[in-house]
């Protein structure tokens, strides 16, 4: 498990690497500092994020979800004020840098099986396969 944890962080740290050749508008001055923030982005991701998507619910619901991208994109951006060696010029390169991260991260994470369920929810899915 440990093994797994330290190779998606890897991973999304050369995913980092790449954004400014996709993105205008994004610079990451070396590996050190886009492993710096993988672990940075990860936390945001994990902690402030939830919050604010319970907080923006009702906009959420009325844009049918597409605010997600918005929050994914000021969060990037929110990033960047307090990295050093990471810079993003404004809103819209966050925003598109946010959604390839994404999409690049979901890519990767379904073609090594990463996000497979594992425990008794494969244990479930198992048994339901044979009957």
């Not at 498990?1 to 993105?23: D, E, F, G, K, Q």
């Not at 939830?50 to 605010?67: D, M, R, S």
């Not at 994109?73 to 004020?81: A, I, K, R």
């Amino acid at each position: 498990m440990c093994l797994s944890v330290i190779i998606r962080w890897l991973i999304n740290a050369l995913i980092l690497l790449l954004i400014p050749y996709i993105v205008k508008g994004v610079g990451v001055d070396g590996f050190y500092t886009a492993f710096i923030l993988a672990a940075v982005l990860a936390f945001v991701n994990a902690f402030i994020r939830p919050v604010l998507l319970v907080l923006t619910l009702p906009i959420n619901i009325l844009t049918l979800g597409l605010f997600t991208l918005v929050i994914n994109g000021l969060l990037f951006w929110f990033v960047s004020t307090f990295i050093k060696g990471f810079f993003v010029t404004d809103f819209w390169a966050a925003f598109w840098a946010a959604l390839v991260y994404t999409a690049v991260s979901v890519l990767i994470n379904l073609a090594t099986g990463e996000n497979q369920p594992s425990g008794p929810v494969k244990k479930r899915r198992l048994r339901a396969k044979t009957k």
